[in-house]
């Protein structure tokens, strides 16, 4: 062989050699995307479990990121916050951005999901007294921790949007014993907090009206329970992407920024979210929404 006919396939060859290293060198870079028990957003319980609206969206996400290696951990909203905080590239997409969170985390530029605010959740006795006391369309939780014998009980790491965790905040100060703080068990579900609450340890929670109802219907012996506004309630709460600030979770919401179809997908996570709405939370949702837009 000729020194000239060697070169010329050592210069065919070498390039197409080096793609191969660089392919091997360059794996799917892996995301763990951190799951709640959280109906009808995410459920991993019970008949609908894998069929939330937010599970639908996860789902045609990664499938549209094949660069990443994806991997779904079911966690509680405490162990999520952890994991957060920690090396392991770690992703969700139900999270609401507070301060503190962006401290360790790094959300997409745009929300794709807005929700309806959570409710004072009442057991029917402690409804019929708020209710006879109500003088307005919204109940004041400060008013009624403060100054009436009633209990809240709610996970602590669950967040309720800025605007009243800003009053649960303050109502610790004011009356620390008003506010009771149980352990999550298993996957965030608060089931067990319901349970609790049926069985007369404190009266009042926090929670959305579309939640408690899917819970009940497929836990028919809970109570019904009342809802009342909470007054100051920021009135519809944005949910992000977000990752903690490894480099998979920096480039992951990097490509979600850039990813075509986002706005679609969004738009059919709305929709989807629509179909648990009653009547007259559908109508008040769709007055709200073009506002955000």
Not at 46 to 63: A, F, H, I, N, T
Not at 191 to 210: H, S
Request: with cysteine.
């Amino acid at each position: 062989m000729t020194w000239i006919r060697f070169a010329a396939l050592t210069l065919f060859w070498l390039p197409i050699a080096l793609l191969g290293t660089r392919a091997k060198a360059d794996p799917p870079q892996p995301v763990h995307w951190l799951v709640i028990d959280f109906p009808p957003y995410e459920i991993r319980t019970g008949p609908d479990s894998g069929r939330g609206v937010m599970d639908r969206y996860l789902q045609g996400l990664m499938e549209r990121l094949p660069q990443f290696q994806h991997r779904i951990d079911v966690v509680g909203f405490q162990r999520r916050d952890a994991l957060m905080k920690t090396a392991q590239p770690s992703c969700t997409v139900s999270r609401f951005m507070t301060p503190e969170r962006a401290q360790y985390a790094v959300s997409a530029q745009r929300p794709h999901l807005f929700l309806l605010p959570p409710r004072l959740v009442a057991t029917r006795k402690a409804g019929d007294e708020l209710r006879a006391a109500m003088d307005r369309d919204t109940i004041s939780l400060s008013q009624v921790l403060n100054q009436r014998q009633y209990t809240l009980g709610i996970y602590p790491a669950r967040r309720f949007g800025e605007a009243i965790d800003q009053q649960l905040e303050a109502i610790r100060a004011e009356r620390l014993a008003a506010i009771q703080d149980y352990r999550e068990i298993g996957t965030g579900s608060i089931i067990d907090l319901l349970n609790i609450m049926a069985r007369g340890r404190f009266e009042l929670t926090l929670a959305y009206t579309v939640e408690v109802e899917y819970l009940r219907r497929n836990h028919p012996d809970l109570p019904p329970m009342d809802y009342f506004p909470i007054a100051g309630a920021t009135k519809l709460l944005p949910l992000y992407i977000a990752c903690n600030k490894t480099p998979e979770g920096l480039a992951l919401v990097q490509a979600v920024d850039q990813l075509s179809g986002q706005e679609e997908a969004a738009a059919q996570a709305q929709r989807d979210f629509e179909t648990w709405l009653t009547p007259e939370e559908k109508r008040r949702y769709d007055t709200l929404l073009p506002k955000t837009k």
